[in-house]
């Protein structure tokens, strides 16, 4: 994560500054809290959180400045750096709710990327097939973005996640299991909201259930 200096300052704040405002701060707010004069060089900073996912896109409905989970995680983030957020499970098979559920796992250099990453547990056989199982932890980098055939954490109708190989199409999204007895889930583009990507994968030969 390699953030200019004013934009670590910008972010330390935020993180410290959560309970100290009563609703997400607007720029203006921020920009007064903080004693600086410009409005315009903030914004310029506040894209740059956004495309480093410390801080979420705004939309329409939402006004003020908001941490991304992962950003809030780094609050408690250990001095360890081999240690990534576990926040819970994710489905391989029906959907069910990724439970956000903070607690932390010593992960491998080799198993996670430079950009910021979190572990899921899995629950469910649809990406057998590719070797994934029931009671296996994945690395998943986080991001919104996906290449075709690549494995996503995808949030269905802001409901419900779960672990797929993904193809997208301009009128339709499919999530495609690895389990031959499994047929694609087919969505309009606008209900799938891709989460991340898997980068690594963990397995306990002890207390596999």
Known sequence: MN?????????DFLLQSQDLFSHPPTLEELCAAM???SRGSLH???KALIDAELIEAP???QRGIRLTEY???LIKQPENPGMLPFVGYIAA???IEAIENVSYMTVPEELKTEKACYVLKVKGDSMQEEGIFDGDWVIIEQRSHARNGEIVVALIDKAEATLKFIEQYPHETLLVPANSTMQAMRYRPEQVEIQGVLVGQM???TNHH
């Not at 953030?3 to 972010?11: A, G, H, N, S």
């Open 203 to 205: 397995r306990s030969y």
């Open 71 to 73: 950003a809030k995680s």
């Open 59 to 61: 939309e329409r409905k």
């Open 93 to 95: 098979g029906r959907p």
């Open 35 to 37: 004693g600086l004069k």
């Open 44 to 46: 310029s900073q506040i």
């Open 3 to 11: 953030l200019t200096r004013k934009q670590q300052e910008i972010f």
